[in-house]
């Protein structure tokens, strides 16, 4: 049986430098309707350091984190269309069930059954992965390996974000917390001729947003000279969902771009959400909104900031992650 190396969870906890435990494993053979990549680089995201440190309970163990994989096909399982090859980017949906009313009604985001990769299944984290062929995305040529990578949770999530708020062209839109996500987010507004304020801590994020061509910046609890249109919260906090709310125009939404929130705050009604002013969250992604954000990304031109880490070293990636000591996304090839 041929080898390879992967990071592999045994048991959740605090992140630290040896939480992943490198090993070596069989290498995986794809089954009916499935395809197995040779992993060119997988992103790190903050939803791989939730299941790290059990935030969100893995629904395995042992498990191998990693949902944004750009890979090459080396094998097709039965049923399969793509060739050996073919350069693909797999995302946090692995698959769904498809017949779930959420699937039948456009919205597989919300399937009732849903395999997520890193998660339900064995990510990228790793020299190979097997993925479902249905659910992996053709990667335009303009975008390398490594800058591809992020683009499949934290650029895809963010575009999910932008619809889920509602964003029209021209708009004044805040961005709270600027990590992997809202990095990518601000080309795309920039391309639809928005107004972006940026509010995070640390000056670090906030030259770095500058960098980017933010409007504005203030610290996360700062509130815009000016009333938003929609704010996307990235930061784990409820403090921020509502120090966003504070800076809406009347009719304004949130739209919450974060799988876990430490708590939600009491705020006032009145002053807050009154004025039909709405907070949404963002679940998930379809495969639509991959498809239709990677051929933008393509089109506009849109950069990442990435660093590099091998896979030796995912554990220091997650620590790096955690402790919001990056300019943009961590990504590790292994
Ligand atoms: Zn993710
Ligand atoms: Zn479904």
Request: proline share 6%; aromatic share 6%.
């Amino acid at each position: 049986m041929p080898k390879q190396r992967a990071a592999v969870l045994h048991a959740t906890g605090p992140a630290t430098a040896d939480r992943l435990r490198i090993e070596e494993r069989d290498i995986p053979e794809p089954g009916d309707g499935a395809v197995l990549l040779r992993v060119a680089a997988c992103g790190v995201c903050r939803t791989d350091l939730h299941i790290v440190e059990g935030e969100l309970q893995p629904h395995r163990t042992p498990l191998v984190p990693g949902h944004q994989i750009v890979g090459r096909v080396v094998a097709c399982g039965a049923g399969v269309a793509l060739q050996t090859g073919a350069r693909v980017g797999v995302s946090w949906l692995g698959g769904t069930d498809g017949t779930c009313r959420y699937c039948t009604m456009g919205r597989e985001n919300l399937c009732d059954a849903p395999t997520f990769t890193g998660y339900d299944v064995d990510g990228g984290y790793a020299e190979y992965a097997v993925a479902r062929a249905d659910f992996v995305h053709t990667l335009p040529d303009a975008i390398d390996d490594v800058h591809a990578a992020p683009l499949l949770c934290a650029g895809i999530i963010g575009f999910r974000a932008l619809r889920v708020a509602g964003v029209q062209a021209g708009e004044h839109v805040g961005l709270y917390g600027f990590g992997a996500s809202a990095h990518l987010a601000l080309p795309v507004l920039k391309a639809w001729n928005c107004r972006v304020s940026v509010a995070t801590r640390g000056e670090k994020h906030r030259a770095f947003a500058a960098a980017r061509g933010a409007d504005w910046i203030g610290g996360p609890l700062e509130r815009p000279p000016q009333p938003l249109d929609r704010a996307i919260t990235f930061a784990p906090a409820g403090d921020v969902v509502v120090a966003a709310l504070g800076a809406l125009r009347k009719g304004g939404v949130v739209a919450i771009n974060a799988i876990h929130l430490d708590r939600m705050p009491e705020f006032d009604y009145d002053s807050l959400l009154w004025g039909e002013r709405e907070i949404r969250s963002v679940a998930n992604m379809t495969r639509q909104d991959a498809r239709d954000f990677i051929a933008l990304a393509a089109q506009i031109g849109l950069t990442s900031e990435v660093t590099v880490y091998p896979l030796e070293r995912a554990g220091e990636a997650l620590l790096a992650v955690k402790a919001d000591a990056l300019d943009g996304a961590a990504v590790i090839v292994p």
